[in-house]
């Protein structure tokens, strides 16, 4: 049904136009017999169906484990256990800043990080009962928070940035401690788990990849792709 949806709003959507034909004609071919990943179908119903805002969103389901699944409801941030088949509501919507129009989630050591279209965050831990909560800015209003990823240092979360900034806040202390800038948007990061080297992706054909350590310094580009990277 959503996939139906995507295809008659937005067809062919391409963020530097480019022949499909061309690239699928120079694309590697892939064993179709091969099974690289296997699901198991477990349907949390229509009363609490994911809700997701634009069809370029990638980041509103995060499973920590088979048991935990979080996603983005209407009235809130759900955990459903596909196992049990139970979900249910650990961070109300009137918990979050008035207005508070969910873009991008990550939740990592307890900790539930979100993030919105006017460039805030909101951070809670959901494991402490009365778990504290907290929120603020990460750059202009106008800004929207594409990306939440973990970082390799416990506390730490990167933030990837419409306006071309990567964002390292600690959710402790709901502060952003460091802010970097790229000649594009920023649609992801990932770090590694040394924190030695991070893949930067967005509104280009190049990735990047940076040294978390120094500012996000460029170390090498990687080439390779016919249009905008989103994951």
């Excluded at 907290?134 to 202009?140: F, I, M, Q, R, V």
Aim: charged share 20%.
């Amino acid at each position: 049904m959503y996939m139906e949806y995507r295809r008659t709003s937005y067809p062919q959507y391409q963020g530097v136009s480019h022949d499909v034909r061309l690239v699928l004609q120079q694309a590697r071919a892939v064993d179709p017999t091969s099974q690289f990943y296997k699901f198991r179908y477990a349907a949390t119903g229509d009363q609490f169906r994911c809700k997701i805002n634009h069809f370029q969103l990638r980041d509103l389901v995060w499973a920590t484990s088979s048991y935990d699944v979080f996603y983005w409801h209407a009235d809130g941030v759900h955990v459903w256990n596909p196992w049990q088949r139970q979900q249910k509501c650990i961070v109300g919507r009137r918990e979050m800043p008035e207005s508070f129009r969910l873009s991008a989630l990550c939740v990592d050591g307890g900790t539930v990080v979100a993030g919105d279209y006017s460039g805030r965050y909101f951070v809670k831990s959901i494991w402490a009962e009365n778990g504290a909560s907290a929120s603020g800015p990460l750059g202009d209003t106008s800004d929207i928070v594409n990306h939440v990823s973990p970082s390799c240092k416990s506390g730490r979360v990167s933030v990837a940035m419409n306006s071309g900034h990567v964002s390292v806040l600690d959710v402790h202390r709901a502060t952003v401690i460091e802010r970097s800038a790229f000649d594009w948007a920023v649609n992801c990061t990932a770090e590694s788990t040394t924190g030695a080297l991070a893949c930067v992706v967005g509104d280009s054909t190049h990735g990047v990849l940076a040294d978390p350590r120094q500012g996000y310094r460029t170390v090498a580009q990687l080439q390779g792709h016919s249009d905008y990277a989103f994951a």
